[in-house]
């Protein structure tokens, strides 16, 4: 968090039937409000991944709550994943948030926002995307990451990150992830905005 509360959020746990569920998401707004509609966010996820069949149905029911009850034109950007480790299947939704990072041997996918966030249209259809996912990372990051300022003044950007992303890429999962705040603790100054980054290794 950029402050002592947090409009950013992520959560990862196992469904019964194996399958690896995540997501990742912003709250429009900063404060208490945007930290209550995160909470309500990742518990939503959470409750309806344990009990329906497909992670569009999931994220539409999450829409349609959102879109109820938020306030002052708050919304949520929004990236999912059910990930069948079995069968190495990746099923995404992105929802108006920042393109989700594959990296591969055979190179690197982005993957971008499908639809609009959550709750700013009532009634919506969410199409899952479908990937082979059986060797490679994949990376889930907000956009406090992507500004994070270096002390000449210029911002990561998405370019930036995957260069320190292909730079680490064959430290473990671990030592990536301290790698990269080692880094960010030595290039870039105080950031303005909640920061996350969820990477996900397909060879865990």
């Not at 990742?42 to 992670?55: G, K, P, Q, Y």
């Not at 009634?123 to 000449?152: A, H, K, M, P």
């Amino acid at each position: 968090p950029a402050l002592k509360l947090s409009g950013d959020f992520f959560d990862s746990f196992v469904r019964d039937n194996g399958f690896e569920c995540f997501c990742l998401g912003d709250v429009s707004g900063k404060g208490t409000s945007a930290s209550l509609l995160m909470a309500k966010t990742i518990s939503l996820f959470r409750c309806l991944s344990s009990v329906e069949t497909s992670l569009a149905s999931v994220v539409k029911l999450i829409n349609s709550a959102l879109w109820e009850t938020s306030v002052r034109g708050m919304f949520v950007t929004f990236t999912a994943g059910w990930f069948d480790t079995k069968n190495q299947q990746l099923c995404l939704i992105n929802a108006g948030h920042l393109a989700t990072i594959i990296i591969e041997k055979k190179g690197i996918v982005q993957l971008p926002s499908q639809c609009p966030p959550l709750g700013i249209i009532e009634q919506i259809d969410f199409e899952e995307l479908s990937v082979t996912f059986d060797n490679g990372r994949l990376y889930l990051y907000s956009d406090g990451l992507t500004e994070y300022r270096t002390e000449s003044g210029e911002e990561l950007g998405v370019k930036g990150l995957l260069r320190w992303l292909l730079r680490s890429k064959n430290l473990s999962v671990t030592q990536q992830l301290d790698w990269i705040k080692e880094t960010l603790a030595e290039q870039a100054i105080k950031p303005n905005d909640d920061l996350t980054l969820m990477i996900i290794d397909s060879q865990r």
